[in-house]
Structures are given as structure tokens and as C-alpha cells.
């Protein structure tokens, strides 16, 4: 009996611990909803504005897809763009007006969501190289030291944890705007400096192509390309 009622103690700590914890993870969910739908009283717009209400991003004015994005790398985005270290006048001010604990909640809440639907994830296998954009982020030029796209970002761009985002399905004038960021340097270079030394063996047309194979448009061959990939 007594035995019974030392276990029945314990489950019962047990219960309460995990109950304490979701409710403080759903808190945390609805503070991050609160700040994406309706901003704060600092004067932080709501995140769905430019970020579409279920985070899907928006294509026409090129703001990224949130949703489904990793917490980690959304609240790694949101501290850089706070301390100055990634550049953008729109989410700079924005950004500085959210605590730590602000920015991880809305990245919480936005890496909950389902990505849209429609996202094509699957890579053509049956890719020629005159298809530069999808040439490049399947293949990669080895002979130049150009890794694939995929080789870090995942299949069909889905992402890798926290630290490669999801490539597939975001607008294709964002993919190319932070191309050209870490190729002028004006992005912060990321884990292990990959991105800037990637961007700077792109052209302006290959980083298009590129650009549109993921944002959906389907890579056109780069002006200047050779047949086997490489720049001529």
C-alpha cells in the first residue's frame, strides 16, 4: 500500500511538471500570436501585414514565408536584425522594439504553422545542364567549387534544421535580394562563411535563375553559361 501511494506521489509531480510546462509553452504561443497578428503597444506592426496572415510570405512585394521556418534560425534573424548585425529598414526598428523573450515567442508561433500548400519540395531529376537554375542548385559546379544548393538546404530546398532555412516556396525577388546581400557583403556571412563564398561565384543572372527555381519560376539558363555549368 504504501508502495502504491509512493507511486501514485510521484505521478502525480510528474503530471503537475508537465502540465506547468505546457501551459507556459502555450502562453509563450499566445504571446507570439499576439505579436504577428496584432503588434504590440511599443509600436510593432503585426507581423501578418507584410508576412501574410498565415505567414506564407508575399510573393508580389518579396517578404519571405515564415511559416514552418525554424525557431531557432527565425529568432537568430530577429536578434541580428535588433543588434544591426543584418541590415533591413523595415525590420531593424521593428525588431529593437521586441525583448528576447518577444522574439522568440513569434518565432515560436510562425515555426508552428503549416507552410502553404503548393510548395513543390522535389528536385527534377531529370535536369539538363542549359537549366541553370536547377542545374546550380542540384548539381553545383564541383569544378569551381560551387556546392549544390541541396547539399545544405535540403532536398527540394525544405530546409535543415536550424540553421539552413527553407528555400522552397519563398518569393523568388527574396532569394535573390539576400544573394546579392552576402555577395556585396551587406548580410551577415552565417555558419562557417558558406553563403557569401557561394554567392560570389554566382552571376547576377545565375543568382535570377536560381532564384526562380525555387520561388517557383523554374530557372532559365543564365546568360554567359556554358553547356556544362560553368561561367564562361
Given at each position: ?33 499576439t505579436i504577428a497578428m496584432q503588434g504590440t ?185 556554358s553547356v556544362n555549368g560553368s561561367k564562361q
Open positions: 500500500m504504501a508502495v502504491r501511494r509512493r507511486y501514485l506521489t510521484m505521478y502525480l509531480a510528474i503530471a503537475s511538471t508537465l502540465l506547468a510546462m505546457s501551459g507556459a509553452y502555450a502562453d509563450d504561443l499566445t504571446a507570439g500570436q503597444a511599443k509600436g510593432v506592426a503585426a507581423c501578418i501585414s507584410c508576412h501574410g496572415a498565415k505567414g506564407e510570405g508575399n510573393a508580389a512585394a518579396g517578404f519571405p514565408r515564415l511559416a514552418g521556418v525554424s525557431a531557432p534560425y527565425l529568432s537568430a534573424q530577429l536578434a541580428a536584425f535588433a543588434d544591426g548585425t543584418r541590415q533591413n529598414p523595415i525590420m531593424q526598428p521593428l525588431a529593437k522594439l521586441l525583448s528576447a523573450s518577444e522574439r522568440n515567442d513569434v518565432a515560436q508561433y510562425f515555426s508552428g504553422l503549416q507552410q502553404p500548400s503548393g510548395i513543390n519540395t522535389s528536385d527534377n531529376e531529370s535536369v539538363k545542364p542549359s537549366d541553370v537554375g536547377a542545374w546550380i542548385a542540384t548539381r553545383g559546379r564541383w569544378n569551381e567549387g560551387l556546392p549544390a544548393c541541396v547539399q545544405c538546404h535540403g532536398p527540394g530546398g525544405i530546409g535543415v534544421g536550424a540553421t539552413f532555412p527553407p528555400l522552397a516556396g519563398q518569393p523568388a525577388s527574396y532569394i535573390a535580394s539576400q544573394l546579392h546581400n552576402w555577395k556585396s557583403g551587406t548580410r551577415p556571412p552565417g555558419p562557417m562563411a558558406l553563403m557569401p563564398a557561394v554567392a560570389s561565384k554566382l552571376s547576377d543572372t545565375e543568382i535570377t535563375a536560381v532564384a526562380a527555381y525555387y520561388g517557383g519560376g523554374g530557372g532559365a539558363p543564365a546568360e554567359g553559361t
